[in-house]
């Protein structure tokens, strides 16, 4: 593999200035494959609330390498890390979106919902079954690392390098909170990312973080949250991705958007691509074709569905976690919504956030522990719980919000409705009915 430092290419980003590329970058980054990616959003629909929201899975698949190849600099002062492990650390890094469908992570949960299939699954094997295998052989890549590598999950390379790729202190978060706010014009995703990863070390291989960087850490994880309450769940960006997400899934059945068992077939659709795909759709006359087209032309022309409930609530109370972890009962509570509005239930859309408040780690669990490790003296390191510094404690879980949507026609009785049943008087008298 190509390690030289001489660059092959330069490109001007405007996070990080200048990322230089070289020759076994630039082929991956050159490919058509790999070239998709400027035609998928990183943000889906988001620029439809904020129009500067145009940037792309590219864009952040090479800020990504960029911030792994920095992480891979610093960690060669801890232990002894192998040109190897450095170019496969950043090759990962380059192709950890490169399974993503159309509108990115909106178009993961129709996936998961009709195949039971993530973006990993498919970023395997788009490596593995495509001429980007091809490259990496040329530069001497194993092709049986980087697929899992790219996703946090290779058991045959050390913890610290899946966490780098796709932790809670990854290069991935790294990049596209500091993207996403510049972009969409929100200050929150302005952390200090050099500092979090100069002070990288490692401990019982596991991605370790210096004690005096602690509050560079939190400002990561409350930045990540902001970003939630301010983009990622806004309630109008919401609003277009629930109409996406409810447009594709109608014409699945008959489009086969979620058919991947021809991975080149898959590749075809882009953001733009698929949405002309839906707004020209013959609908035969059928009902749901009829409805997700109708969906796609008012997302194209920014008719979207209101939010006509908002509810802020304790999502410890273990009623509240029911409805939060169970479909089944966010579709009881849609049901009767519809029936005492008297609309049809797909008019009616209850929406909660289903992504932890702090980062996944590598193995997909939400990042509960921090390992510190002492300036004054390397040797001595401690680990702790993430819940228990000052400010974490107050966000770690999810965010705790549960809306209602429907379209302007229904938007007056919906609403009636919707407060009789999770109005702060009936919310749990509505529980214990339907419970028992």
Same mark, same amino acid.
């Given at each position: 593999?190509?390690?030289?430092?001489?660059?092959? *290419?330069?490109?001007?980003?405007?996070?990080?200035?200048?990322?230089?590329?070289?020759?076994?970058?630039?082929?991956?980054?050159?490919?058509?494959?790999?070239?998709?990616?400027?035609?998928?959003?990183?943000?889906?629909?988001?620029?439809?609330?904020?129009?500067?929201?145009?940037?792309? !899975? #590219?864009? &952040?698949?090479?800020? *990504?390498?960029?911030?792994?190849?920095?992480?891979?600099?610093?960690?060669?002062?801890?232990?002894?890390?192998?040109?190897?492990?450095?170019?496969?650390?950043?090759?990962?890094?380059?192709?950890?979106?490169?399974?993503?469908?159309? =509108?990115? &992570?909106? =178009?993961?949960?129709?996936?998961?919902?009709?195949?039971?299939?993530?973006?990993?699954?498919?970023?395997?094997? @788009?490596?593995?079954?495509?001429?980007?295998? %091809?490259?990496?052989?040329? &530069?001497?890549?194993?092709?049986?690392?980087?697929?899992? /590598?790219?996703?946090?999950?290779?058991?045959?390379?050390?913890?610290?390098?899946? $966490?780098?790729?796709?932790? +809670? /202190?990854?290069? %991935?978060?790294?990049?596209?909170?500091? !993207?996403?706010?510049? =972009?969409?014009?929100?200050?929150?995703?302005?952390?200090?990312?050099?500092?979090?990863?100069?002070?990288?070390?490692?401990?019982?291989?596991?991605?370790?973080?210096?004690?005096?960087?602690?509050?560079?850490?939190? *400002?990561?994880?409350?930045?990540?949250?902001?970003? #939630?309450?301010?983009?990622? #769940?806004? !309630?109008?960006?919401?609003?277009?991705?629930?109409?996406?997400?409810?447009?594709?899934?109608?014409?699945? $059945?008959?489009?086969?958007?979620?058919?991947?068992?021809?991975?080149?077939?898959?590749?075809?659709?882009?953001? $733009?691509?698929?949405? %002309?795909?839906?707004?020209?759709?013959?609908?035969?006359?059928?009902?749901?074709?009829?409805?997700?087209?109708?969906?796609?032309?008012?997302?194209?022309?920014?008719?979207?569905?209101?939010?006509?409930?908002?509810? #802020?609530?304790?999502?410890?109370?273990?009623?509240?976690?029911?409805?939060?972890?169970?479909?089944?009962?966010?579709?009881?509570?849609?049901?009767?919504?519809?029936?005492?509005?008297?609309?049809?239930?797909?008019?009616?859309?209850?929406?909660?956030?289903?992504?932890?408040?702090?980062? =996944?780690?590598?193995?997909?669990?939400?990042?509960?522990?921090?390992?510190?490790?002492?300036?004054? %003296?390397?040797?001595? &390191?401690?680990?702790?719980? @993430?819940?228990?510094?000052?400010?974490? +404690?107050?966000?770690?879980?999810?965010?705790?919000?549960?809306?209602?949507?429907?379209?302007?026609?229904?938007?007056?009785?919906?609403?009636?409705?919707? *407060?009789?049943?999770? +109005?702060?008087?009936?919310?749990?008298?509505?529980?214990? !009915?339907?419970?028992?």
């Amino acid at each position: 593999m190509n390690v030289s430092s001489k660059a092959a *290419a330069e490109i001007r980003d405007p996070i990080h200035g200048y990322v230089y590329i070289e020759d076994d970058e630039k082929d991956i980054i050159d490919n058509p494959i790999f070239q998709r990616l400027r035609r998928i959003r990183q943000l889906s629909g988001a620029h439809i609330t904020y129009p500067g929201a145009q940037h792309t !899975r #590219f864009d &952040h698949s090479i800020g *990504a390498m960029h911030l792994a190849k920095l992480a891979a600099s610093r960690l060669t002062h801890i232990i002894d890390l192998k040109p190897e492990q450095i170019g496969e650390i950043k090759m990962s890094a380059l192709l950890h979106d490169i399974g993503h469908g159309p =509108f990115s &992570h909106l =178009f993961e949960e129709v996936l998961a919902e009709r195949r039971n299939i993530s973006h990993e699954d498919l970023t395997k094997r @788009v490596i593995q079954e495509t001429e980007l295998k %091809d490259i990496l052989l040329k &530069h001497n890549y194993k092709t049986n690392i980087i697929p899992n /590598l790219s996703i946090g999950l290779s058991q045959k390379r050390p913890l610290f390098m899946n $966490e780098l790729v796709a932790g +809670g /202190l990854s290069v %991935d978060t790294m990049d596209y909170l500091p !993207r996403d706010s510049y =972009f969409t014009g929100v200050e929150y995703g302005q952390v200090d990312i050099h500092r979090i990863i100069n002070s990288f070390n490692i401990v019982q291989d596991h991605l370790a973080l210096d004690q005096a960087a602690l509050y560079a850490f939190e *400002a990561l994880m409350i930045s990540r949250y902001e970003m #939630f309450r301010a983009v990622y #769940f806004h !309630r109008t960006v919401r609003a277009a991705e629930i109409m996406l997400i409810r447009a594709i899934s109608l014409a699945d $059945e008959e489009l086969n958007f979620t058919e991947v068992s021809e991975i080149s077939r898959y590749l075809s659709f882009t953001d $733009e691509t698929t949405l %002309d795909i839906l707004i020209n759709l013959n609908t035969k006359g059928q009902s749901n074709l009829i409805e997700s087209k109708q969906i796609a032309i008012d997302y194209r022309d920014r008719k979207l569905i209101k939010c006509v409930f908002e509810k #802020f609530v304790q999502r410890k109370d273990p009623f509240m976690e029911k409805i939060f972890g169970q479909k089944k009962i966010r579709e009881k509570i849609r049901d009767e919504i519809a029936e005492k509005a008297d609309v049809d239930t797909a008019q009616v859309y209850v929406d909660v956030p289903t992504t932890p408040s702090v980062p =996944f780690t590598s193995s997909r669990q939400a990042l509960k522990s921090l390992t510190l490790v002492s300036d004054s %003296d390397r040797t001595h &390191h401690e680990t702790i719980d @993430v819940a228990d510094l000052p400010l974490m +404690g107050a966000i770690s879980g999810y965010m705790d919000i549960i809306r209602v949507y429907t379209n302007k026609k229904s938007r007056e009785t919906v609403q009636k409705a919707t *407060a009789k049943i999770l +109005g702060e008087d009936s919310i749990k008298s509505w529980w214990n !009915r339907v419970s028992m």
